[in-house]
């Protein structure tokens, strides 16, 4: 026996067909990947569905809420505050000196 078995002969063998599968060009980002598996409607609902919520993010932006807190209490970070905006009203009602505004 010279060569490989029939069986193992690439002529032989039968190409199988993914019908889930997408053409992505092979420099696409992964955002690509997932909007192109979205939009294809050959696409089951729940790849589809998916695909959605991981690109989800990247589209949309999250919404956030950020907060600073120290050890200073409120009235003693209100005071701060009104002496630093003292210091600008002074500086503003000085003006330049020698110039006109």
């Not at 002969?9 to 190409?15: I, S, Y």
């Not at 997932?34 to 990247?58: C, G, N, S, V």
């Amino acid at each position: 026996m010279n060569g490989p078995p029939s069986f193992a002969d690439p002529a032989n063998l039968e190409r199988l067909v993914d019908p889930e599968a997408i053409e992505v060009s092979a420099d696409a980002m992964p955002l690509d990947y997932f909007l192109t598996i979205m939009r294809d409607p050959k696409q089951p609902a729940h790849r589809r569905d998916k695909a959605a919520h991981e690109a989800a993010p990247y589209c949309h932006p999250k919404l956030a809420v950020t907060a600073q807190v120290n050890s200073e209490d409120f009235a003693a970070a209100l005071e701060r505050a009104t002496r630093r905006s003292a210091k600008v009203v002074a500086a503003i009602e000085h003006g330049p000196s020698g110039r006109r505004v």
